[in-house]
């Protein structure tokens, strides 16, 4: 299982904090925020999709170039609960899709602003 679950997180490569940060300022980008909604209302990176909430319908929450950049995270590096945005992203046809692996924790960490769901 171990093998198995590495093999599928080396399919969305990893994206750092610093390249996260000139991502969102540069260009247009989804975050998908897969720590469930109580930790999305208490504090997620600005911008990011409640996963949780959003995917009954996430085709609605996602560009519609398939091709733009998707990023999955979760609570930290040893968290996998963002396999499961990222998955229903490529599984809709996206192409772009990175991990942060650092997740909430390590923006947090580094000093990072978050902001709180509505």
């Known amino acids: 299982m171990l093998i198995g679950a590495s093999v599928f997180a080396a399919e969305f490569p ?7 940060k000139t991502a969102m300022a540069t260009q ?6 897969a720590n ?3 930790s999305w209302q208490s504090g997620h990176i600005p911008g990011a999709v409640n996963f949780v909430a959003a995917k009954t319908d996430l085709a609605k929450s996602l560009p519609a170039d398939k091709s733009e950049l998707v990023v999955a995270y979760c609570g930290n590096p040893t968290c996998q609960a963002y396999l499961s945005a990222a998955e229903a992203a490529k599984k809709l046809g996206y192409t772009n899709i990175k991990h942060l692996r650092a997740g909430i924790a390590g923006w947090k960490s580094a000093g990072e602003k978050t ?3 509505s």
């Open 28 to 33: 247009k980008i989804v975050l998908l925020d």
């Open 14 to 20: 990893d994206i750092t904090i610093p390249e996260l």
């Open 36 to 38: 469930g909604t109580d």
């Open 115 to 117: 902001e709180k769901g």
